[in-house]
C-alpha cells in the first residue's frame, strides 16, 4: 500500500487516507471514502489543492471488499451481511434468531493481523434487524494471501456464528406446590408472561397442580401431547436434586435429565431434560422476580429448537454472575 500527497485534480479512484473536514469542523469525507469525479468538484470547491491518498499494491484487497467476503463466510442462518463505514461489515438478523457462536474459532480468526470480528454474546436474543455481529479489517486493505488464509479457516471450520430463526415458539408452563397448584398460578403468571414477552411470545398451555410425583408426571403428560416447543415448570419448591418430585415425575415420562445444577446466579437450582426432542425447564424460584436469570440464558437456544445440551449448560459459568 502506497500512501502519498497528490493534486486534487489527480485524485479520483484513490483512497482518502484521513478524515476531510470543513472550517466549521462538519466532516466533508471520511478516511477510507474512494474519491468520485463529484467528490474531486467537491474539494475543489472547498479550497483544497492537495489530498492525501493511498494506493492498493499487487497482492491486496480494499478493506470494503475484504470484510464483504469475510462477513459473508462467518455467519450462515437467519442473516445478512451489509457494508458499513469505516472498513466494516455487520451481521444484520433477518428475523428474530438466538445466537449461536463458535467462541473458539472466533478467537482464532481474532488473533490474525487482519480483521477482527465482534459478535453478539452466544446464546443471545436479537430481534430482526439488530446487529448480531461485526468485521473490522485493518485500515485501507489486506493481503490477499492472509485474507485467503482466513477464508479457508472458516471454509473448513465455520461457520462462527449461526443465527438460528426462533419461529413461532409454543410455550407450555406447569404450575406445581406441594398444598394447591393454583397458588403457584397465582404467584408467578405475571412473571411468566413478563419474562416470555421479552421474547415476543406468551405462554399457549397451562396447567396446574399440586406437586406429588403422580400428578406432575399426569399433567406434564397431557402438556405434551400438545407438542409444545419449550415445556416450562413453575414450582414453588426448591429440589434438592434430580431425585426430587420434579425429576422422578420426568424420568416416569421416560424424559431424559439432561442437567441439573447451572453455574448461573440466580438460578443455579436449574433443571433441564429432554421427552424426545421437547425440553422441559424447572427452575425453581426464577418465576418470583422479573429480574434476569438463568431461565433469560437457556430460553432463546430452546426458543429457536435448539438442543441445549449439559456441557453447554456448564459454560454459563464464565458470565453467569447475573446480580
Known amino acids: 500500500m502506497r500512501v502519498q500527497t497528490v493534486d486534487v485534480r489527480e485524485a479520483h479512484g484513490r483512497v482518502l487516507c484521513c478524515t476531510i473536514f470543513r472550517p466549521g469542523g462538519k466532516k466533508l469525507l471520511s478516511k477510507g471514502h474512494v474519491l468520485s469525479e463529484e467528490d474531486v468538484q467537491l474539494l475543489e470547491t472547498e479550497g483544497l489543492r492537495t489530498v492525501w491518498v493511498t494506493e492498493l499494491d499487487e497482492g491486496e484487497v480494499a478493506e470494503d471488499q475484504a470484510v464483504l467476503q469475510v462477513g ?50 452466544n446464546f443471545g436474543y436479537a430481534r430482526a434487524g439488530d446487529r448480531i455481529a461485526t468485521v473490522k479489517s485493518a485500515p485501507f486493505a489486506v493481503s490477499q494471501k492472509e485474507l485467503e488464509v482466513i477464508l479457508g479457516i472458516l471454509a473448513e471450520r465455520g461457520p462462527i456464528l449461526q443465527a438460528r430463526p426462533v419461529r413461532n415458539p409454543v410455550i407450555g408452563v406447569l404450575y406445581s406446590d406441594h398444598y394447591d397448584g393454583e397458588r403457584a398460578r397465582m404467584l408467578f403468571e405475571s412473571v411468566v408472561r413478563q419474562r416470555l414477552a421479552r421474547f415476543q411470545t406468551a405462554p399457549r398451555y397451562t396447567l396446574a397442580c399440586t406437586e406429588t410425583e403422580a ?18 415448570v413453575a414450582s414453588t419448591t426448591a429440589p434438592a436434586g434430580p431425585e426430587d418430585v420434579i425429576g422422578r415425575a420426568m424420568v416416569r415420562l421416560g424424559a431424559q435429565i439432561e442437567r441439573f445444577l447451572a453455574p448461573v446466579e440466580p438460578g443455579n437450582l436449574l433443571l433441564l431434560g429432554y421427552k424426545d426432542s421437547i425440553p422441559i425447564v424447572s427452575a425453581p424460584g426464577c418465576y418470583r422476580s422479573a429480574r434476569p436469570n438463568v431461565v433469560d440464558l437457556v430460553l432463546p437456544p430452546l426458543l429457536a429448537r435448539y438442543r441445549l445440551s449439559g456441557w453447554e449448560i456448564a459454560s454459563l459459568g464464565h458470565g453467569g454472575l447475573l446480580a
Open 215 to 232: 400428578e406432575v408426571s399426569k399433567a406434564l403428560g397431557h402438556l405434551l401431547r400438545m407438542e409444545p416447543t419449550v415445556l416450562l
Open 72 to 121: 459473508a463466510a462467518m455467519g450462515c442462518g437467519s442473516a445478512e451481511v451489509r457494508l458499513a463505514a469505516g472498513g466494516r461489515a455487520n451481521l444484520i438478523a433477518a428475523e428474530d434468531v438466538c445466537v449461536l457462536v463458535d467462541d473458539d474459532l472466533l478467537r482464532q480468526i481474532n488473533c490474525t493481523s487482519s480483521v477482527v470480528i465482534a459478535t453478539a454474546p
